[in-house]
């Protein structure tokens, strides 16, 4: 049975990487779970939850000296001088950008696993906690920007007068951007979206934002589910419409990151110096060399025309509850997976691509980077196949008229000699036939089934010939009535039922 540690976080982080609730289910793999004095209590998990949850509460040299060691950011170099070798440790290590990070881990001769090398394909979602933050921060990237900015997101009329809603402009629509468009949007705000990757058009105007789309000659796509670097055509249009949004919008939160490189700049110092006094900029990215000319990590910067620039890298960490339970929840699934057969052994599987992907270094050896996973989000389309046109027949002038000519004769002799009332009949007949017939040939396929319902609830007039014959004192009659007297029921109410679903169906905010 190995040990977990959980280990308290250095000053300025808010979160832990294991709640009271994963705790209980980390035992139940199997692990000895040991908490470090203090871990959860920026989070408000008190050490007495961990108790109860059956951790061992214990010093930091206890804990440290875990076989596993849990933490939410990468190791310090004091703290991997510290580590036993042999000790697997987990968090988020940015192993692209941190070389010096893996060099000193694999040094020491430690197993590193970086919960955000996470693959972005379906079975592993539970366990990305890049996604699991970047929504956090999405949301609350917008509150922050709601306290900063001096009005309301949203659109009002009053007695003092009319109040414009905010507009706002979000770059780059992946998790965070969604997160804030969706945050946006439900608080009544103008919102505006753009990303290079076209599929994501229909998920923006789904939560109520419009999609700003950069018209180049050039597909953007997207084969790992993450942003790519995009081509100087499109940058240059996008810098174009970003300059038009800046002197347009008033708040501005910029997403943008393509992962293992620094983050691209999107808004220059004179797209800043365009935006009106007061208005507000989210350089979300500014952990990362930021998006926003001006902004700086951590700080909030306000330029000489009066607009906010904030570029603070702890937003998940300012909702430490959530934040803790999501990335323990997403270091839960990840054990799970290591964990095949449950019995407090850690067991790296280097044939499954998720398990290959975060392991950036194992027993003192660099892994990273792992092979490239094709996960495109963009649609394939197939080669369209060429169509031969094909020839219809048409019926000659000639015999259509020697038809209708025979059709129109058939009519004439059936009512000139025909008995009476069969002539009557047969006109009304007619009539009805070539009246239905263009009635129905201009209605819509999709309408056709709740049209052919109440036409049979129509015909269930013959109900009152039926009820008529009920008073018959044959009993014969009587039984035959009543039986002709269900059946039209069932076909006049079914079929007004059936007419009323269905047209409820074509009616806005019907079923849907």
């Given at each position: 049975?190995?040990?977990?540690?959980?280990?308290?976080?250095?000053?300025?982080?808010t979160?832990?990487?294991?709640?009271?609730d994963?705790?209980?289910?980390?035992?139940?793999?199997?692990?000895?779970?040991?908490?470090?004095?203090?871990?959860?209590?920026?989070?408000?998990?008190?050490?007495?939850?961990?108790?109860?949850?059956?951790?061992?509460?214990?010093?930091?040299?206890?804990?440290?000296?875990?076989?596993?060691?849990?933490?939410?950011?990468?190791?310090t170099?004091?703290?991997?001088?510290?580590?036993?070798?042999?000790?697997?440790?987990?968090?988020?290590?940015?192993?692209?950008?941190?070389?010096?990070?893996?060099?000193?881990?694999?040094?020491r001769?430690?197993?590193?696993?970086?919960?955000?090398?996470?693959?972005?394909?379906?079975?592993?979602?539970?366990?990305?906690?890049?996604?699991?933050?970047?929504?956090?921060?999405?949301?609350?990237?917008?509150?922050?920007?709601?306290?900063?900015?001096?009005?309301l997101?949203?659109?009002?009329v009053?007695?003092?007068?009319?109040?414009?809603?905010?507009?706002?402009l979000?770059a780059?629509?992946g998790?965070?951007g969604?997160?804030?468009?969706?945050?946006a949007?439900?608080?009544?705000?103008?919102?505006?979206?753009?990303?290079?990757?076209?599929?994501?058009?229909?998920q923006?105007?789904?939560?109520?934002?419009?999609?700003?789309?950069?018209?180049?000659?050039?597909?953007?796509a997207?084969?790992?589910?993450?942003a790519?670097?995009?081509?100087e055509?499109?940058?240059?249009?996008?810098?174009?419409?970003y300059?038009?949004q800046?002197?347009d919008?008033?708040?501005?939160?910029?997403?943008?990151?393509?992962?293992?490189?620094?983050?691209?700049?999107?808004?220059?110092?004179?797209?800043?110096?365009s935006?009106?006094?007061?208005?507000?900029?989210?350089?979300?990215?500014?952990g990362?060399?930021?998006?926003?000319?001006?902004?700086?990590?951590?700080?909030?910067v306000?330029?000489?025309?009066?607009?906010?620039?904030?570029?603070y890298?702890?937003?998940?960490?300012?909702?430490?509850?959530?934040?803790?339970?999501?990335f323990?929840?997403?270091?839960l699934?990840?054990l799970k997976?290591?964990?095949?057969e449950?019995?407090?052994?850690?067991?790296?599987?280097?044939d499954d691509?998720?398990?290959?992907?975060?392991?950036?270094?194992?027993?003192?050896?660099v892994?990273?980077?792992?092979?490239?996973?094709?996960?495109?989000?963009?649609?394939?389309?197939?080669?369209?196949e060429p169509?031969?046109?094909?020839?219809?027949?048409?019926m000659?002038?000639?015999?259509?008229?020697?038809?209708?000519?025979?059709?129109?004769?058939?009519?004439l002799?059936?009512?000139?000699?025909a008995?009476?009332?069969?002539?009557?009949?047969f006109?009304?007949?007619?009539l009805s036939?070539?009246v239905?017939?263009?009635?129905?040939?201009?209605?819509?396929?999709a309408?056709?089934?709740?049209?052919?319902?109440?036409?049979?609830?129509?015909?269930?007039?013959?109900?009152?010939?039926?009820?008529?014959?009920?008073?018959?004192?044959?009993?014969?009659?009587?039984v035959?009535?009543?039986v002709?007297?269900?059946?039209?029921?069932?076909?006049?109410?079914?079929?007004?039922a059936?007419?009323?679903?269905?047209?409820?169906?074509f009616?806005?905010?019907g079923?849907?």
């Open positions: 049975m190995a040990r977990l540690g959980i280990v308290k976080e250095g000053a300025g982080e979160r832990v990487a294991a709640t009271p994963t705790v209980t289910k980390l035992l139940l793999l199997g692990y000895e779970v040991v908490v470090e004095r203090g871990a959860g209590a920026e989070s408000s998990f008190p050490d007495s939850q961990y108790k109860a949850a059956g951790a061992i509460v214990a010093d930091k040299k206890k804990t440290w000296a875990s076989e596993i060691v849990m933490k939410v950011n990468a190791p170099d004091a703290e991997i001088a510290g580590m036993t070798p042999g000790t697997t440790v987990i968090g988020v290590m940015a192993p692209g950008l941190r070389p010096e990070l893996l060099a000193a881990l694999a040094k001769g430690l197993t590193a696993i970086a919960l955000d090398a996470v693959p972005r394909i379906s079975r592993a979602q539970s366990m990305d906690v890049l996604s699991s933050m970047a929504n956090l921060g999405g949301y609350r990237a917008v509150i922050e920007s709601a306290y900063e900015f001096g009005r997101f949203t659109g009002q009053t007695a003092a007068g009319k109040v414009p809603p905010a507009k706002v979000v780059g629509a998790v965070a969604l997160a804030a468009i969706g945050t949007s439900s608080m009544g705000a103008i919102v505006r979206a753009t990303d290079p990757r076209p599929e994501v058009a229909d923006v105007k789904s939560i109520g934002g419009e999609y700003v789309a950069v018209e180049v000659d050039e597909k953007m997207s084969s790992d589910g993450y790519k670097a995009t081509s055509a499109y940058d240059r249009r996008a810098a174009e419409i300059s038009e800046a002197r919008v008033d708040i501005i939160i910029t997403t943008a990151l393509i992962p293992g490189r620094p983050a691209p700049k999107l808004l220059t110092e004179s797209d800043v110096a935006m009106k006094p007061g208005s507000v900029i989210v350089d979300m990215a500014a990362m060399g930021g998006n926003v000319a001006g902004s700086k990590a951590g700080k909030r306000v330029t000489a025309n009066g607009v906010v620039i904030l570029g890298t702890d937003l998940p960490g300012r909702l430490p509850q959530q934040a803790s339970q999501l323990g929840t997403n270091m699934n990840l997976l290591v964990t095949p449950k019995d407090g052994k850690l067991s790296l599987d280097f691509v998720v398990q290959r992907s975060v392991t950036v270094v194992q027993d003192g050896a892994t990273w980077p792992p092979p490239p996973v094709q996960v495109s989000a963009a649609p394939t389309v197939a080669a369209a169509v031969t046109p094909t020839e219809q027949k048409t000659s002038p000639l015999r259509q008229g020697l038809l209708r000519g025979l059709g129109l004769a058939a009519v002799a059936i009512c000139a000699f008995p009476a009332p069969l002539p009557q009949h006109l009304v007949l007619m036939v070539v239905g017939f263009y009635v129905i040939g201009k209605v819509h396929h309408l056709h089934t709740p049209l052919m319902s109440v036409t049979n609830a129509i015909s269930g007039i013959v109900v009152v010939g039926a009820i008529a014959q009920l008073a018959s004192p044959n009993i014969v009659v009587q035959l009535a009543a002709g007297v269900l059946l039209a029921s069932i076909n006049i109410f079914g079929g007004f059936v007419t009323r679903r269905m047209l409820k169906m009616s806005k905010g079923n849907s």
